[in-house]
């Protein structure tokens, strides 16, 4: 499966490397440069990690961080397929995430 992981910090990190160990086929960005995953693709933005994912999953900082990692210059939905799953691991309230979703349903 192709993932694309955003967020690579303490929780972020293992959960890519365990993907990656899983078999799967692992693009990873992260906001601040020089982190990195064994055996994962890097990439530049959002926007390019997301390009071709069955799955992406966010495991950003707050509600800020997720909205520009999903809707900010070089965003996710900029190049997010049809029928691919947003996976959001971060910690941000339950109100945001449903705006956040739906926001995603009505661009495709």
Not at 63 to 76: C, I, P, Q, S
Request: aromatic share 4%; with cysteine; charged share 25%.
């Amino acid at each position: 499966m192709r993932i694309a992981f955003l967020g690579l910090g303490i929780m972020g990190k293992p959960m890519a490397q365990n993907l990656v160990k899983a078999g799967h086929e692992v693009k990873v960005w992260n906001r601040s440069s020089g982190k990195s995953v064994d055996g994962a693709h890097s990439a530049s933005s959002p926007k390019e990690a997301a390009r071709d994912a069955e799955i992406v999953w966010l495991c950003v900082s707050d509600t800020k961080a997720v909205e520009e990692v999903l809707f900010g210059d070089d965003g996710v939905i900029d190049s997010l397929k049809a029928g691919a799953i947003v996976v959001d691991s971060s910690t941000i309230l339950p109100d945001a995430s449903l705006k956040f979703a739906e926001r995603v349903r009505k661009n495709g």
